[in-house]
């Protein structure tokens, strides 16, 4: 994790065996990535990956050599809700292992976090002037569990 006023990258290498019983497991949580940006490497073949969509669970289709890209918690911020997070989660599947590589970017951990300034600007989109969705906050300390 970064050090004092730095950011930081670190990577989540996650592997899913097969589930026999997959209606008794949940393989991991929903969730919204509380960082910056996520890439995710995610399984060219075995899908487990689902997005919330209009209130209703999607499935993320493998592709072949693609890279998902989640914008997380302090991007949403920083756009003033502009660009959302992405609530998601990993089903467990009977049929073949899944695996994914996840790699975040964060803001340092003393970064504050608010909307941006020139996004708020009447002038950017020639509307009235935007108020901040959000508060301002000092970013906190995650713990990533694996």
Known sequence: MGVDNTAFF????????????PEKVNALRAHTDAGGVVLLFQDD????????????????????????INTGDQIEVLSNGKYKNILHRVVPQTDGQRRS???????SLKATIQPAPQLLDAEVENK???????PICVRRLYVYLH
């Open 45 to 68: 073949e075995v899908k487990g990956l689902q997005m919330l969509k209009d209130r209703v669970w999607t499935d993320v289709q493998p592709l072949k050599n693609a890279i998902v």
């Open 128 to 134: 009235v002037r935007d108020v901040p969705k959000y």
């Open 101 to 107: 590589i996840a790699s975040f970017y964060n803001p």
């Open 10 to 21: 670190g990577t989540k290498v996650s592997h899913y065996p097969p589930c026999p019983h």
